[in-house]
């Protein structure tokens, strides 16, 4: 059986391109198709300035919502990061697999170096190595496929460039995986700026829905999307980027496709409200489902420890594969 491995951060509340670009296709495809496991991946949290107890807060959330969306204990793995040492044991084996230059040819970390840098802080070193605990996070399982949004294939093809260099020294140990993206919505953008991604993480939330904001609110800030200065509704991301972002958002709620849906509108408005509707009643099982199981955190603890045991029982055997290969003699 396919293996499938995937993340999120607790970096920030989990938005409709989380959703979209990602827990969608866990919930709809991969818990059915793969032994796929799923974790909330709160080390990465901690590339960047944080609070403690709202990573803490955050990591909850997020497993709770993940369960509200549908990710289902009996035909998947559900656990934190944090609880299953092999992702740090085996990062350090591929920090001697990676190379510096690697890590800073990459996009997000430019992109989120730059940011940190602009708010007058200092970028932290994790921040330049978190693709190679990403790695570590997927080859420790030995996955498969990847079900992420666009933004994550550069860090998934860094992981198969890992693996490949690492069986070649060393002999086969890994799984080369790859990565699975979804048909539309791959990459949702800010409503406020639609030519950059909705990240949970942003400072600016004018522009992210949130899988726990109020319907209003959704409604408030879909209708206040930017959109662009022609008056015509057509799918091209290029000259309008914030019109086809609502048509995908639109396509990916209701199934349709972007460029069809786009000949049924002659407003903005319209093809607006549509969209706000779309979203809103496609968060809405989510919201109450999430309201009903922080009623039971009981129940979300005993996922996260069953899930954390099945996920120590898999990656052990491969992380100690992989010691055991680079030539580190073995605790006898
Ligand atoms: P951060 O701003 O902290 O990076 P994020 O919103 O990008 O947060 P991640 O935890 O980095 O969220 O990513 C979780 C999953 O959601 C990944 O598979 C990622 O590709 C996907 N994803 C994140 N943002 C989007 C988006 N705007 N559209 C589609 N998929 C997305
Ligand atoms: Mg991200």
Redesign the pocket.
Known sequence: MTRSF????P??HL?L??Y???VRQWVEVDQHQADALFSVVDLHALTVDHEPARVRRLSRQAATLLLAAGLDPARCTVFVQSHVDEHTRLSYLLECTATDGEMRRMIQYKEKSARERAAGGSVRLSLLTYPVLMAADILAYGADEVP?????AQHVELTRDLAVRFNQRYGRTFTVPKAVLPAV?????DLQDPTS??????AETAGIVYLLDEAEVVRKKVMRAVTDSGSDVAYDREAQPGVANLLEMLAACTDGKPAELAEGYTSYGALKKDTADAVVELLRPVRERHAELCADPGYVDGVLREGAERARGLARPIVDAAYAAVGLMRPV
């Open positions: 995937s993340g999120i951060k970096t920030g938005t391109g989380n979209l670009g990602a992420v949004g666009d933004d994550q919505a791959a990459r949702v953008m991604k909705m990240g949970k993480s942003h």
